[in-house]
Each structure stands twice: as structure tokens, then as C-alpha cells.
């Protein structure tokens, strides 16, 4: 894509599934990618494979590293580095924070050293990895699903608020993606994700397309547009259905 063609793009999260798999599609697309992880031996081996810079740590505070190794310029942001958090109400406090502070607050501190930058040259592209559970929910995982709720809503009040200034964005909004972190689901993921499952480069190629249609909303399994316009239209259908599989599992579960 000539958009991405020596483009300087940050992958979060990238030491594997979904953010490995945008790493190795941006930089097989000719863009100048840094990869960033958690992990520092899997962040330098995904970036090794790929002739990208390695850029280990938290990925509420690598902008300014990222930004230097690769000239100045930041073109494409990926906040894809997230946190599966099941648990329901009575989760831990310490759950509740750390599910917010990587799945959201991450993504607003990205957006800050970003976006001066950004506005100031007119351009610049954010892509935020939230999941089906931002439109949706997801059961036995209440700090999961609230917070990419709040992820989805970052993403789009920075499209409506900037974008008439050259700031895009996307919202990546898959269900089931075989990665650790469907497995890190347990039986709620087996009962409701591993069914429809997809493989992480699936992800990466409905991004790319809706990056060629200038789509913000990113819907890999594209049935879940029908799922989210039924939530809207007629939620007390919607809830009782959900409900009916929060009891499937529940029994599942015992």
C-alpha cells in the first residue's frame, strides 16, 4: 500500500499474535516498523525476524524512544498491547486498575505525545486494537469488557474530534483470534470465541483493507455488525440472549 511504504509505524504489544502479525505486514509492506512488547527477548525476536528495531517496555511510555529510532516521525501508531482480565464484579481492585491502565489510559498516553506532532504536520494514523467486547461484552471477564468499551470509545472520539484535521483512526474489533490470549480466556473463550475463531494475519488483512477504504470501524468476523445493531435496536432481546449463554457457561463451568 502506498501509504504504508516507508511509513514509520509503531506495533504495541508485538511480541506475538496480533501485534506480531502487524508488525511482519507493515514491514513486508515496506514501512520502517518498531516492534514493542512487554517481553524483551520476544520483542527482539519478532523484530529480528523482520529487519525492525526492537523497543521493549511498557507501552504507556515508549513514544519518545520509538519516535527517535526512527528518525523524528511517527506515521502509524498501533496501541494494540492489551490485557485479557476475567473476573466479575468482585474482581480485585489491583485487576479492575491494571485492566484500565493498559486497555484504555495506555492508549491516551499514546495519543498525547502523538498528537502535536501529528496536528502540526496534518497527518497521522491510530490504530487501536479493542475487540468485539468493546461493542459487545464478553462473559466472565467484567474488567475486560468494560475497559475496551472505554478503548472503543478513546478511538472514536479521536476519529470524530481530529480527523477533519488528517488524523486517522481505526478500531480493530475482532471476536475469537487464536492467540494466547484466547486461550488465556478459558472455558468462557471455548464456549463463545474458539468456535468462529480466526488467525491473527485474518486481523491484519481487514485492517488493511479498511485502511484502503478509510473505514474506521474494523470488523474482522463482519457478523458482529449484526450483533451490535441488534444490542442497539432491541436491547432486552439482546440481554437475554447473552444472559442465556452466561447460563450455558455457568453450567459449562461447574
Known amino acids: 500500500m502506498n501509504t504504508v511504504q516507508g511509513a514509520g509505524v509503531v506495533v504495541t504489544g508485538a ?80 485487576v479492575w486498575a491494571a485492566a484500565w491502565d493498559v486497555n484504555v489510559m495506555a492508549h491516551v498516553r499514546a495519543a498525547r505525545a502523538l498528537l502535536p506532532d501529528w496536528l502540526e504536520r496534518g497527518s497521522g494514523r491510530f490504530v487501536s486494537t479493542v475487540s468485539a ?25 479521536l476519529s470524530l474530534t481530529y480527523r477533519h484535521r ?12 487464536r492467540t494466547d490470549m484466547l486461550t488465556a480466556a478459558g472455558s468462557a473463550g471455548e464456549l463463545v470465541l474458539a468456535p468462529t475463531a480466526i488467525e491473527p494475519e485474518d486481523v491484519v488483512d481487514a485492517l488493511f483493507e479498511g485502511i484502503a477504504a478509510g473505514r474506521f470501524l474494523i470488523l474482522p468476523h463482519p457478523e458482529v455488525a449484526g ?27 461447574k
Not at 506480531?20 to 520483542?43: K, S
Not at 483512526?169 to 475469537?176: D, L, S, W
Request: hydrophobic share 40%.
Open 133 to 157: 467486547a468493546g461493542l459487545l461484552t464478553m462473559v466472565g471477564a467484567a474488567p475486560y469488557s468494560v475497559s475496551k468499551h472505554g478503548a472503543y470509545a478513546f478511538a472514536e472520539w
Open 15 to 94: 511480541g506475538g499474535g496480533i501485534g506480531a502479525a502487524l508488525a511482519r505486514r507493515f514491514a513486508a509492506e515496506g514501512a520502517r516498523v518498531v516492534v514493542n512488547d512487554i517481553d524483551p527477548g520476544r520483542t527482539k525476536a519478532v523484530a529480528d525476524e523482520i529487519g525492525a528495531t526492537a523497543v521493549p517496555g511498557d507501552a504507556s511510555a515508549i513514544v519518545d524512544e520509538a519516535r527517535e529510532a526512527l528518525g523524528g516521525t511517527v506515521d502509524v501508531y498501533c496501541a494494540n498491547a492489551g490485557l485479557a482480565s476475567p473476573g466479575d464484579a468482585f474482581a480485585d481492585e489491583q
Open 227 to 253: 450483533y451490535y445493531r441488534a444490542r442497539a435496536t432491541d436491547p432486552e432481546r439482546w440481554l437475554n440472549s447473552m444472559s442465556h449463554i452466561q447460563r450455558k457457561w455457568e453450567g459449562e463451568d
Open 166 to 177: 488528517g488524523v486517522k483512526v481505526h478500531a480493530i474489533c475482532p471476536q475469537g483470534v
